[in-house]
């Protein structure tokens, strides 16, 4: 091993889960999975992964049993026979192989086009059924609807423990649906699921409480969340370390064990006058362990990929001192460990010159 980047391969241990490493692959959607079953190609996807010295693998947006949870007809379900036989092949290879897995529980919400998804006669589904801020396309979530679909969480995350996951993560980020009950852009609602951030929060709330009602005690729960929104990349839900403290309690205290802080570029300060990241802000205030995410190893971000530019390679320098002072805790790697399984491995033995830009695996999106 190389000693210059020992802090990322030191094991980790949280809600009784061991990690070999710090490092984690970033959920990326890839739309293989026919009719929503995982198949065969996702389970050797992720074995590779594994293989190539991740420590932990969160997958690609999986989603709950609501009709209108998906936006694609091959983006994997978490409920059905089939989809979980497929998850349960994925979690005995990604096992066999030495590495950790868990999938990401996911609804779009708003962000579903009808036209190009699955039960098209129904309407997509939001807090103020907003598509983006101030423009309205549908009617609010009923409190039925609402109800339902955090029991769809809490059935997913049972049926993910009962395959074998090693946990879950609540996909609570960029402008899907969780996110939107966070954000007052999309989130225009009066009644106990709107208005201040204590409401606002409650959904994500009250999910994590019936995932963990309905796993056991020391399931691992992992929440991602972000300031920025696939609607508006500037966007953010707080301003202030005291607003971000008001939005993070009452989800830490709901049984959150691990918070995935999603950002542009993880080498960034969340606020003026301190260096900590978004991650680091999150470990501060919640005394969580906390995982920083944000074009890792490469110099461009994610939006720079989706119009064709080129990412070039990035030290994991600043990384490193970061992890050794105790700012974060792990470390998600999504394109740099799309383009190359063996990421892992070749930045652990001093290989940096041999990672790969481009991989034989299918360009994902980010989840």
Known sequence: MSSAVDAMFKP????????????AMAPMTREFSP???PNEDVAAYY???????????ITEGTTIDDPVA???????????EKPLLGWKNTVQQVHAAGGKIMPQLWHVGMARNPDNSPHSELPSVGPSGLLKPGKQVAEPMTHAQIENIIAGFASAAADAMRVGFDGVEIHGAHGYLVDQFFWEGMNERTDEWGGNMANRGRFAVEIVKAIRAATSPDFPILLRYSQWK??????????TPQLLEEFLAPLSDAGVDMFHCSTRRYWEPEFDGDDLNLAGWTKKITGKPTMTVGSVGLNGDFFGAFVGQDAEKRSVDDLVERLEKGEFDMVAVGRALLQDPQWANKIRHGQHDQVRQYAGDALATLS
């Open 230 to 239: 696939q609607q508006d990349y500037a966007a953010r839900l707080v301003d």
């Open 12 to 23: 980790f241990t949280f809600q009784g889960l061991t990690l070999e490493n710090r490092i």
């Open 47 to 57: 074995r590779r992964r594994a293989e190539g010295g991740t420590g932990l693998i």
């Open 35 to 37: 009719n929503g079953v």
């Open 70 to 80: 998906t936006m694609g007809h091959n983006i994997p379900q978490i409920h059905g």
